[in-house]
């Protein structure tokens, strides 16, 4: 029998889960309204009304060819044998079953954590060039600070390369600050000891420095990473660049089609690879969606409003998820998680309320979805893959700028925290941290999964009881020969 303390303190956990209403599939059955009583242990309102889909949004994008500017060899790289330093994090469990580890020195964690082909995560050390860490998955979950020879800092995305090793990309010094300071980079860390650490620079383009936003491994076999240049979409084209993961290094530049792009300010921003190896991404500024294809240099760009993007849960692999926006002023009523089918091109939404501003997403060990909250409120959003699209949301400590929903691969749900100095993001000032959301056995105790799964009947049963213990979204085959 589970200890009693155990019980007590899933119903703790329980008692923070809030439910709201996200939308079924195309003809579900009448809705039934949800219970304003206030749950009880055993009880919670598992039962939530769903509004009828309008049915999927098919989009039927144009194809056009990217024409490459340019194909050159980066300047010459910088190779430095870092001296990483190792600290212990403290950690600390909330009344909402969430644990919060801190990070070195409190700097940001964010804004993207990487599960590493070491099964570690691996994410930025703040916007001020603290490098790049290195955080073991497991107790006593130590922290490797990797110092990043680049006085400009600001690491924005990291993932896994075709060689098995850390790339990442920086946006360089000009960073709000115009076309003045050091580029943007490419750099790649080994994730074996000594972590030598080798940095190219971008060549620049019609409008200035070059910043580097995000990085994919694509179906080719090479890195493809997003950069705009310093004076924004404008002036300097917005583009998808490829780098060879090997020398030369050659990077090849390949402007979008200007005239597409949803509107004069866009900007490609995270991208991502799907299960067939192609590209997609989505823009700042017109928060539209795009795909490339790496084998035959065509692109599509779709009129989905997506504020980021990530690859479907492994129980669904032929899906990317848009964390969008339908309303002409943003606000909150038009706030919707959406699929994105790679193979039709189908677009399903969900339309959802969140407690928070949502900040990004990703798919969890689960096979749910999860997003981030943070600003108007804070909290950690499930949005189910099933019907009836259950939402579901988890409270966090007040200005827990929380972004990067994470699936670990201790089958929890991580998540990293950004520490912004001015309001509203951060009034409190609190640093950066590291969070786990809970979901199976954990150093020794019973998690979510564990304590309610099994043993308890019913819609809390069925609520709980699949959490964890799964699986995480895998890379597209055949790109990662040493990966995971």
């Known amino acids: 029998m589970r200890p009693r303390s155990l019980l007590l303190a899933a119903g703790a956990c329980l008692a923070s889960l809030t439910l709201t209403v996200g939308s079924a ?26 509004s009828p889909s309008t049915g999927p949004v098919r989009s039927v994008p144009t194809s056009q060819p990217l024409h490459p500017v340019g194909t050159s060899s980066p300047t010459t790289p910088v190779v430095s044998t870092p001296t990483p330093t190792d600290t212990i994090p403290t950690a600390t469990t909330t009344a909402n079953c969430v644990t919060l580890f801190s990070t070195p020195a409190g700097l940001t964690a964010g804004p993207f954590m ?16 603290g490098g790049i860490v290195r955080m073991l998955s497991h107790a006593p979950y130590t922290q490797t600070v990797i110092p990043i020879p680049n006085p400009a800092g600001n690491v924005f995305g990291i993932t896994t390369g075709p060689d098995g ?9 000009q960073f709000n600050k115009g076309p003045t300071g050091a580029p943007g980079i490419v750099g790649r860390i080994l994730t074996r000891a000594p972590h030598t650490v080798t940095t190219f620079a971008l060549p620049t383009g019609p409008g200035g420095i070059a910043k580097a936003y995000d990085i994919a491994a694509g179906g080719d076999g090479n890195l493809w990473f997003t950069r705009s240049d310093s004076t924004g979409g404008t002036n300097g084209t917005p583009e ?42 989505n823009y700042i500024g017109g928060l539209g969606l795009g795909e490339i294809s790496p084998f035959t240099d065509q692109v599509q760009l779709f009129n989905v409003n997506c504020g980021a993007i990530a690859l479907g849960p492994a129980q669904d692999p ?29 677009v399903t939404k969900h339309p959802v309320t969140f407690t928070g501003t ?3 997403l990703g798919a969890g060990p689960d096979g749910n979805i999860w997003v981030t909250e943070a600003r108007t409120g804070y909290a950690i959003g499930r949005l189910e893959t099933h019907a009836p699209y259950t939402f579901s949301e988890i409270p966090l400590p007040d200005d827990t700028y929380s972004i990067s929903p994470t699936c670990g691969p201790d089958g929890n749900e991580w998540f990293a925290t950004n520490r912004f100095p001015n309001p509203p993001d951060n009034p409190q000032g609190n640093p950066g941290l590291i969070g786990r959301v809970n979901l199976t056995a954990h150093d020794g105790l019973a998690g979510l999964s564990d304590v309610i799964g099994s043993g308890l009947a019913g819609d809390l049963g069925s609520l709980l009881g699949g959490l964890g213990h799964g699986e995480c979204p895998a890379p597209p085959p055949g790109i990662f020969p040493h990966g995971r």
């Open 165 to 173: 090793n850390i790339w990442f990309t920086e946006l360089g010094q």
């Open 318 to 346: 032929d899906s990317i998820w848009c964390l969008g926006n339908d309303s002409p002023t943003h606000a909150a009523s038009g706030n919707f998680i959406g699929r994105v089918d790679t193979i039709t091109h189908a």
């Open 358 to 360: 949502p900040t990004a």
């Open 25 to 50: 599939a195309a003809d579900p059955p009448t809705p039934t309204p949800a219970s304003t009583s206030t749950p009880e242990f055993g009880h919670p309102p598992c039962t939530a009304t769903s």
């Open 240 to 281: 998808i660049d490829q780098i060879l993961t090997q020398a030369p290094y050659t990077i090849t530049r390949y402007p979008l089609p200007q005239a597409a792009l949803p509107s004069t300010n866009a900007g490609p921003q995270i991208i991502i690879a799907d299960h067939q190896g192609n590209l997609w991404f």
């Open 114 to 129: 990487h599960v590493g082909p070491d099964g570690n995560f691996w994410f930025p050390n703040g916007f001020s060039g």
